[in-house]
Structure formats: structure tokens, C-alpha cells
């Protein structure tokens, strides 16, 4: 019996280095996907970080149960926009981008796709690549959470910090499309 074809990444090769895309991170205040409380985005363009933004996010729920995870408190996000209110200030970010960045992608998919349902907006069709699935496939890197792959590649990172996480993300979908590309030449 022949073993199965491991399944390869698109984009993961010279080519990602000249897609624009977006890495893309959700803290989110309790269990329920569409408790979005913060945002980060970092805007890949022709393998540069081109652009850079965090949002706090008032979330529909009032209760927290994961401040002890991100720091983030109700009193916190009092003041800030609800996520349609985010989302509107996004489109220059995400406008062109092939596709989205996020470690544990089905996570922030799960979340972007709730908290659009929520608030009756259109869920973007972009598609979503794993910084993980990545992590994993180009250098078999076993444990991938987010804090392993940066001390692996000595990159810096706050976790749990939406914009340090999305920043993270995108170095490392960068540094994976290299190191592919490197492999291949």
C-alpha cells in the first residue's frame, strides 16, 4: 500500500512572497465565538509589512472570562467600537489580499465568521492559511502554539497581544514561503 500524498500548503513557496495577505489575530472576552474584544492585522505586500493596526472591540456580552488570558477587562472596552464598527475601518487593510494569515486559523476564522453573523455583515471569502499547519509541515515542528514557533525562528512576541500575534503570524507564513522557496531552488 502506498502512503497518502501529504497535503501541501498552498502558497507556501517563492510565490507567497509576492501575495499580498493579511495576518490576522481575535482575543475574544468569553467562550462564545463572536465576543471578539480586540483585533490585530498586518497587511503583507511583495513579502514587506506594509501596514500595521489594532482595534479594541466592545463585544455584544458583557462577561469575561478570559482576561487572565489576554489582560483584557470589560472597563477596558467600554469606550471602544463595537466589531462593525471595526470592521468598516478595515477595508483598507484587507482590500486586495489573496488571503488571511492566523495561527490556529480555524480559531480566528471561527471568530471573524461569528462575529460577521452577528452583526449581519457579509463574511469575507478570502481564504484562510494556517501559520501552524505551516510551522508544522515546513520544518515539522512539534509543539506549534504561537510562543514555540517564534522562539523557534527568535522572533519577539506578547501573547495573547492581538497586534503582537498577527505580527507573529505574518513572519512566520514569510519565513516558512523562504524557507520553501530556499528548499526548491
Request: a positive charge.
Amino acid at each position: 500500500m502506498v502512503a497518502p500524498k501529504k497535503k501541501s500548503l498552498p502558497f507556501l513557496s517563492g510565490e507567497l512572497l509576492h501575495v499580498p495577505f493579511v495576518a490576522i489575530d481575535f482575543e475574544t472576552a468569553n467562550r462564545y465565538r463572536d465576543s471578539a474584544c480586540a483585533v490585530g492585522m498586518v497587511r503583507v505586500d511583495d513579502g514587506v509589512v506594509t501596514g500595521r493596526r489594532s482595534w479594541l472591540i466592545r463585544p455584544k456580552q458583557s462577561f469575561f472570562e478570559f482576561t487572565h488570558i489576554h489582560g483584557i477587562t470589560l472597563a477596558d472596552v467600554m469606550d471602544s467600537p463595537s466589531f462593525d464598527q471595526v470592521w468598516a475601518e478595515c477595508g483598507e487593510l484587507l482590500g486586495g489580499a489573496e488571503f488571511l494569515a492566523a495561527h490556529n486559523a480555524s480559531f480566528d476564522r471561527s471568530v471573524l465568521q461569528a462575529c460577521c453573523l452577528s452583526f449581519h455583515l457579509p463574511v469575507p471569502r478570502a481564504p484562510f492559511l494556517c501559520s501552524m499547519a505551516a510551522a508544522r509541515q515546513i520544518w515539522n515542528l512539534r509543539p506549534t502554539r504561537l510562543s514555540d514557533v517564534c522562539a523557534f525562528l527568535n522572533l519577539r512576541l506578547k501573547h495573547h497581544d492581538a497586534l503582537s500575534d498577527a505580527d507573529a503570524c505574518a513572519q512566520i507564513m514569510l519565513a516558512a514561503a523562504r524557507h520553501a522557496h530556499s528548499r526548491r531552488v
